[in-house]
Nanobody, 123 residues
């Protein structure tokens, strides 16, 4: 089983920054894509960002373009989400996800999930 553990969530004022980390288990962990999703209270889970694990292609939802940056450290089996210029609408539980099946659906089809990290942005 692939296990994903998020960290770095917290409370920040609007305009501030947070950096989330996600560590994947296994010395030889391999995924086509690593990504971040989020779920706000009472809302559906939505795609945020993803990155090709064996490349550097990145994908973002429109609402975070120019503010969020996804990156990775393959040696440490870690994916990051740098979140700048945070807005109250960014408040959500952020989930790390992995796609170990295909690279063709960078915004959906992820089959492994972390436990979630709470991000709260105050006005």
């Amino acid at each position: 089983q692939v296990q994903l553990v998020e960290s770095g969530g917290g409370l920040v004022q609007a305009g501030g920054s947070l950096k989330l980390s996600c560590v994947a288990s296994g010395r030889t962990f391999n995924s086509y894509l690593m990504g971040w999703f989020r779920q706000a209270p009472g809302q559906e889970r939505e795609f945020v960002a993803s990155i090709r694990w064996n490349g550097y292609n990145t994908y973002y939802t429109d609402s975070v373009k120019g503010r969020f940056t996804i990156s990775k450290d393959n040696v440490k089996n870690t994916v990051f989400l740098q979140m700048n210029s945070l807005k109250p609408d960014d408040t959500a539980i952020y989930y790390c996800a992995a796609n170990t099946v295909t690279w063709s659906t960078p915004r959906s089809g992820f089959n492994h999930w972390g436990q979630g990290a709470q991000v709260t942005v105050s006005s």
